[in-house]
C-alpha cells in the first residue's frame, strides 16, 4: 500500500514537472517569425564594416563617434556589439545560418533579389515566377500563416505586422483570414488597449519618409502591445528601416535600425519567455528578404539590390525554441535556401507544410535532425 501511494505521487510529480518543463520532443505551439529587411548578412556575421565607416560610400560626414560606436578588434566582438540579442542569446540557445566564411550558405532561389520575391519565397515556400518586383499584385500562394491558421492546433490566431503597405498583398490580407498590419494608417483589428490607442494616433499623426514605410517604433510597438492583449499563437513581424537607410546610403542609420531591430527581437522574446502560453513553447525564427551588394563585388553597390548586384541572393537565418538543438553558429554545413523557412518553421510545430503548396522546398534538416513526432 505504501509503495503504491509512492509511485502514485512519483508519477503525479513527474507529469506535473513535464506540464512546466515541456520537454525538447515537444513541438512548439506558438510560431512567431521576424523579417528584417534587407539586413546584410556580412554585418550580421561580422558586425560594423570599418569601409563604410571611413569612406565616402558610407556617407559617414564624422568617422571617430561611428567607429567609437561599432568598431572592435574581431569580428566576433564587433557584430555582438551590433546585435547583442542575436548573439548572446539566439546564437547559444538556438542555430544561426548564413556566415560564408564558415561554410554555411543562405540563398534566395527567386533570382530577384527584392522585397516581395523574398518574403513570397519565405513565407510560402516557393520562387513564384510571376512575383518579379514589388508590384502590387496578390499573392497567389498561400502564406505559411495562412495554413496555420487553418490547422486546427493553430485555427484562427494568425497575426502579420509590418512596416510596408506590400503586406497586404504578400499575405492576401482581403481573402486570408486573419488580421494584416501594414504599417500604414490605425489598426484596429482585434481588442484595443490604451496602449494601442495612443500608438494608434501616433500612426496616423507622424509622417512618412518613405512612401509606403511606416518607422519601425511605430509597426513594432504596435505588434507587441497586440500580442498581449491579442495572444496570436502565428505572428510574422516585419521590420524594414535597414532597407530604407541602405537606399539612402547612410551607414550610420542602418546600423542604428539593426541595433534597434535586435533589441525589439530582445523585448518580443523576453515577454514570450515570461508568459506561460509562450514561455519554453515558442519557436522564434528570424531572417532577411534579401542581401544586397559588397563593395568589392560592385562600387558603392552595398545599399543597393536586385537581381544585377552580386550579393542581394545572399541572406541569413537564425532558430531558436523547444526541439531546436542549441549549436549555435553553424559552420560547414549543406546549403539552405529561403524556400525552405515556411516548411522548416512549420515543422517545429509538427506541421507538414508540403500538404498546404506541395511545390515548397522542404524544411532544413540540419534544425530539427529526424522528423518531429506529430501532433497528438
Ligand atoms: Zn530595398
Not at 527567386?110 to 496578390?138: F, M, Q, T, W
Not at 535597414?242 to 535586435?262: F, G, I, P
Amino acid at each position: 500500500m505504501a509503495l503504491r501511494n509512492l509511485l502514485l505521487i512519483a508519477a503525479v510529480s513527474c507529469s506535473a514537472h513535464v506540464a512546466q518543463a515541456q520537454p525538447a520532443s515537444q513541438p512548439a505551439e506558438n510560431l512567431v517569425l521576424v523579417m528584417i529587411d534587407g539586413l546584410r548578412w556580412q554585418e550580421v556575421f561580422t558586425g560594423a564594416d570599418e569601409r563604410y565607416m571611413t569612406n565616402a560610400v558610407g556617407k559617414v560626414e564624422k568617422p571617430e563617434p561611428l567607429l567609437a560606436r561599432w568598431h572592435r578588434g574581431t569580428p566576433e566582438e564587433r557584430r555582438e556589439t551590433l546585435m547583442p540579442f542575436l548573439w548572446s542569446v539566439v546564437a547559444k540557445e538556438g542555430q544561426i545560418f548564413g556566415n560564408r566564411y564558415k561554410g554555411s550558405t543562405a540563398d534566395i532561389t527567386n533570382g530577384r533579389g527584392v522585397s516581395y520575391p523574398g518574403y513570397a519565397e519565405a513565407l510560402c515556400g516557393v520562387a513564384e515566377p510571376v512575383i518579379k518586383d514589388n508590384r502590387h499584385i496578390v499573392n497567389p500562394n498561400p502564406t505559411v500563416l495562412e495554413f496555420l491558421n487553418q490547422q486546427e492546433a493553430f485555427r484562427g490566431t494568425a497575426a502579420a505586422f509590418g512596416s510596408w503597405q506590400t503586406f497586404r498583398f504578400i499575405f492576401r490580407a482581403e481573402t486570408c483570414g486573419f488580421p494584416v498590419d501594414d504599417g500604414n494608417g490605425a489598426f484596429t483589428a482585434g481588442t484595443g488597449s490604451p496602449e494601442l490607442a495612443v500608438l494608434n494616433r501616433l500612426r496616423t499623426e507622424v509622417p512618412y519618409r518613405w512612401p509606403g514605410v511606416a518607422f519601425d517604433a511605430l509597426t513594432v510597438n504596435t505588434a507587441l502591445e497586440w500580442v498581449k492583449v491579442n495572444r496570436p499563437r502565428a505572428l510574422f513581424l516585419g521590420m524594414g528601416e535597414t532597407d530604407e537607410w541602405a537606399h539612402e546610403y547612410d551607414y550610420a542609420r542602418y546600423l542604428d535600425a539593426a541595433h534597434q531591430a535586435d533589441a525589439y527581437l530582445r523585448r518580443l522574446w523576453e515577454f514570450l519567455q515570461s508568459d506561460a502560453q509562450y514561455a519554453g513553447r515558442t519557436t522564434l525564427m528570424i531572417t532577411c528578404d534579401h542581401g544586397r551588394g559588397d563593395l568589392f563585388l560592385k562600387d558603392r553597390a552595398w545599399g543597393d539590390h536586385n537581381g544585377a548586384t552580386p550579393g542581394s541572393e545572399h541572406i541569413w537565418m537564425a532558430i531558436l525554441g523547444p526541439g531546436i538543438q542549441p549549436l549555435g553558429e553553424r559552420t560547414n554545413v549543406e546549403p539552405i535556401t529561403q524556400s525552405q523557412f515556411a516548411a522548416t518553421l512549420a515543422a517545429t510545430a509538427g506541421l507538414d507544410f508540403s500538404s498546404a503548396q506541395p511545390r515548397a522546398a522542404g524544411r532544413i534538416a540540419e534544425v530539427l535532425g529526424p522528423r518531429p513526432t506529430a501532433r497528438p
